[in-house]
């Protein structure tokens, strides 16, 4: 568990990384593969919180 935690924040990290210097370069890949990142770490986020809260309630 603690191990997918991990792997979301640094997923997140990378892909605002990403956004930023794609923003400030001009680099229109990196902006949206950055944006890409995001939307992954977010979605794994989700799942989880959204697992956690099913067990939660059984």
């Known amino acids: 568990m603690k ?3 991990k ?3 640094i ?4 892909g605002v990384s990403g956004v930023a210097v794609g923003m400030a ?3 229109d890949i990196l902006f949206i593969a ?3 990142l995001v939307v992954g ?3 794994v986020i989700r799942g989880k ?3 956690d ?6």
Request: with cysteine; charged share 20%.
């Open 25 to 27: 370069m001009d680099n």
């Open 7 to 9: 792997i979301a924040t």
């Open 41 to 43: 770490g977010y979605l």
């Open 49 to 51: 919180l959204k697992a």
């Open 3 to 5: 191990h997918g935690k």
């Open 11 to 14: 997923i997140c990290i990378l």
């Open 34 to 36: 950055g944006l890409v």
């Open 53 to 58: 809260m099913n067990r939660d309630n059984r």
